[in-house]
């Protein structure tokens, strides 16, 4: 089966860091960049960054620029998120997504969602 | 990169049709045929439903198209069904390897 599964919700405290973990299965790992987003609860959806699982390569949102770092593990399927400094504001649903190939530039697959909660 | 534009809510009646707009810039919308469209039901994933501004990708009805012209992109929804009432959010291609997001479209099926 085609899926990504994600780790589950987190608590934080400011100033902490967060990790989350999105694991692919069903398809080749390396084919495909992967992108995470994320949602404050009954907001709209926010690009944070992208990684290219073969080469390695990554992309941040310039807002997130600094304290995000996505990593991949191609032993396992697995892409990482990891968020530094955290505040309230990081109170989110962060979701990975796999790029559609060919260059469509749209997500055609996605994780369940991670919610994490920054409180102190 | 600032958030593409979307009205915060749309409605029609059953068997109607609506139709969703998406405002960006020259450097995202108008200067890419990179235009997707994602439904998000409460408490889910969102899920792809046009890609490169009118594709459908497999298993999508063709209720759903969409379309371009300059820096507006346009989701429209026709023969309107109860199951169409979501959330629905536009993204472009911005260039050097970076996306931006709609803010989102409330579509309610009166």
């Known amino acids: 089966q085609v899926q990504l599964v994600q780790s589950g919700a987190e608590v934080k405290k400011p100033g902490a860091s967060v990790k989350v973990s999105c694991k692919a299965s069903?398809?080749?790992?390396?084919?495909?960049?992967l992108h995470w987003v994320r949602q404050a609860p009954g907001q709209g959806l926010e690009w944070m960054g992208r990684i290219n699982p073969d080469s390695g390569y990554t992309k941040y949102a310039q807002k997130f620029q600094g304290r995000v770092t996505v990593t991949r593990d191609t032993s396992i399927s697995t892409a990482y998120m990891d968020l530094t400094r955290l505040t309230s504001d990081d109170t989110v649903i962060y979701y990975c997504?796999?790029?559609?190939?060919?260059?469509?530039?749209?997500?055609?697959?996605w994780g369940q969602g991670t919610m994490v909660t920054v409180s102190s | 990169q600032s958030a593409l534009t979307q009205p915060p809510s749309a409605s029609g009646s059953p068997g109607q049709s609506v139709t969703i707009s998406c405002t960006g810039t020259s450097s995202d919308v108008g200067d890419y045929d990179s235009v997707s469209w994602y439904r998000q039901l409460p408490g889910k994933a969102p899920k792809l439903m046009i890609y490169?501004?009118?594709e459908r990708p497999s298993g999508v009805p063709d209720r759903f198209s969409g379309s371009k012209s300059g820096n507006t992109a346009s989701l429209t929804v026709s023969g309107l069904q109860a199951e169409d009432e979501a959330a629905y959010y536009c993204s472009s291609y911005a260039g050097s390897n970076t996306w931006v997001f709609g803010g989102g479209t409330k579509l309610t099926v009166l």
């Open positions: 069903g398809y080749t790992f390396t084919g495909y960049s």
């Open positions: 490169e501004v009118s």
């Open positions: 997504a796999r790029e559609k190939p060919g260059a469509t530039h749209a997500f055609d697959l």
